[in-house]
């Protein structure tokens, strides 16, 4: 049986397919770190690019530009700071904060990871054939789950034809 399913169901399977997509993509990067002897996630390369780029971040200033929830963002910066990537540290003038800043380990290695993900971005790039048509449709998708969520669409629906 050489069917592709969640191909075969087409729209009614897109969050499938992006995660599977992504889910690959994912597995080759940790390969390839693997191979480089390199002790980092794949996931990790936007708290670096954010703290490279900022210096000191709080736990919810990095979650906000992703658009990732606190609890997810609170468990990646876990996860480096355990393998010495990050330093955490208390607000001074908010205690509840969590402030958060590379290591002079994680600085030392930024160009290395420069260099894999430049190459990510060409091999990206390779994947996509130079056409980048696909970061509107993404746009459009974002904007609208913005707008009105996931949630609410589904469930609107579902009530709509199970009206009690």
Known sequence: ????FIKELG??????????ISDRMSHD???????QKIDVEPNWYLVFMLLQK?????IIDIAEPLGYSHPSVVAIVKK??????LVIKKDLTDKR???????????KML???????????????????DDLAIFT???????????????????????KTNII
């Open 111 to 129: 160009p290395q990871l420069e260099k894999v993900w430049d190459s990510c971005e060409k091999a990206i790039l390779q994947i996509l054939s």
């Open 137 to 159: 449709y993404l746009d459009g998708i974002d904007s609208r789950l913005k707008n009105e969520s996931f949630h609410e669409r589904f469930k609107n629906e579902y009530l």
């Open 1 to 4: 049986m050489n069917q592709d």
């Open 54 to 58: 900022n210096k000191e971040m709080s």
């Open 29 to 35: 990067v940790r390969k390839f770190y693997k191979e």
């Open 11 to 20: 729209y009614k399977a897109l969050d499938s397919r992006l995660k599977r």
């Open 80 to 85: 480096m700071a355990d393998k010495g990537y």
């Open 97 to 107: 904060k969590q402030m958060v800043s590379l290591t002079e380990k994680a600085v």
